[in-house]
């Protein structure tokens, strides 16, 4: 098996890092922001809002501690084996 020699082609290394060889690649300027323009509010048709109704919930009355005396000492049928 032949070895390959990577000395023959160098510009075949893919492998290069923009720290490590800042000079291939070019630099970046920082992205500018033009803070006095406000962007505009959104057309209204393009709005979407919603509202959905959540029912009150439905009054409970308390039950009385005779109340849960009186259900728990109901029997209930023996558990499915």
Wanted: proline share 22%.
């Amino acid at each position: 098996v032949p070895e390959s020699d990577f000395e023959k082609h160098p510009e075949d290394d893919d492998d290069e890092d923009p720290e490590e060889d800042p000079v291939d690649y070019p630099a970046t300027e920082p992205f500018e922001t033009d803070e006095s323009a406000a962007t505009p509010p959104p057309h209204p048709a393009y709005r979407t809002t919603a509202r959905i109704p959540i029912p009150a919930p439905v009054p409970m009355p308390a039950w009385t501690d005779s109340e849960v005396v009186r259900l728990l000492a109901i029997s209930s049928p023996p558990a499915s084996p």
